[in-house]
């Protein structure tokens, strides 16, 4: 997938409001770049110089230091750094995807948010925020720009958008950890969608440390609740308490397309 990264704005709100960001990226998606993905952060992270600590308690971001070791291995061989809870990060709210025009929907570029926004408490009159860590397809495969089928593509949550410390050399491309879902299995024979589970790993959560521009877009999963719904996943927190989901392919066109296209 042909993907570049671009500023959007002088700050990374974590205002709900989508308006301003997705006239930016729209504006940025011009006719030279119109058959690439465009993956765009504010030119100011929103939490800059955050601590390792920061990462794992507020971002739920447990294994973050092994998987940046292993992302480091992977991309980087000739680093000799070793990443420790010295090391400061910037920290971003948000990435907007911004994709090639979906014929069955429009002749513009599409424009998505992918959040990963840790709880912000209350204070004084202020009501508290709730932790927002979106869903995501993540590419693990050679793609094309346009969201055809799900060939490649693995369901992720994306815990923390962030990019290198300059110790680690000037690394063009920001960076995001994500806890890996399982591969899509066979469908409900009741609701003919896609199933998934949480991928784990020696017992914790299959982790890993991405490409911010390997993801594709957001996408919406359901938890399998089975014949009554548990108690635990009445809650804001059903992403954090069940194990099993659904892939609701019915969210939009695109992804209904891409979805009935592989049936």
Do not use: W
């Not at 069955?104 to 912000?120: F, G, H, L």
């Amino acid at each position: 997938m042909d993907s570049r990264s671009h500023s959007i704005s002088d700050s990374d709100s974590e205002s709900d409001s989508t308006s301003e960001e997705s006239e930016a990226a729209i504006t940025r998606a011009t006719p030279a770049n119109k058959f690439a993905a465009t993956h765009i952060l504010a030119k100011t992270p929103s939490h800059p110089h955050q601590s390792v600590q920061n990462l794992v308690h507020a971002h739920g971001a447990t294994d973050f230091l092994p998987a940046l070791q292993s992302f480091l291995d992977t991309n980087l061989p000739d680093n000799t750094l070793i990443p420790g809870d010295h090391d400061r990060f910037d920290i971003y709210c948000q990435v907007v995807v911004v994709t090639p025009p979906a014929f069955q929907v429009s002749e513009v570029p599409m424009c998505r948010r992918v959040r990963a926004t840790p709880e912000k408490l209350a204070s004084g009159r202020k009501p508290g925020i709730p932790a927002r860590f979106d869903m995501a397809l993540i590419s693990v495969g050679p793609r094309t720009s346009h969201l055809r089928t799900l060939d490649g593509l693995r369901v992720g949550q994306v815990r923390a958008i962030f990019t290198l410390p300059r110790q680690f050399g000037e690394y063009p491309r920001a960076l995001a950890y994500v806890e890996l879902f399982t591969p899509f299995r066979a469908r409900d024979p009741s609701s003919r969608m896609r199933q998934v589970s949480r991928s784990t790993r020696q017992l914790r959560r299959n982790a890993a440390v991405i490409h911010v521009d390997d993801i594709v877009r957001p996408c919406h999963l359901i938890p399998k609740m089975g014949e009554s719904v548990a108690p635990r996943l009445i809650g804001g927190n059903a992403y954090e308490a069940a194990n099993d989901f659904y892939l609701n392919d019915f969210i939009d066109v695109e992804m209904f397309c891409a979805s009935v296209t592989i049936i």
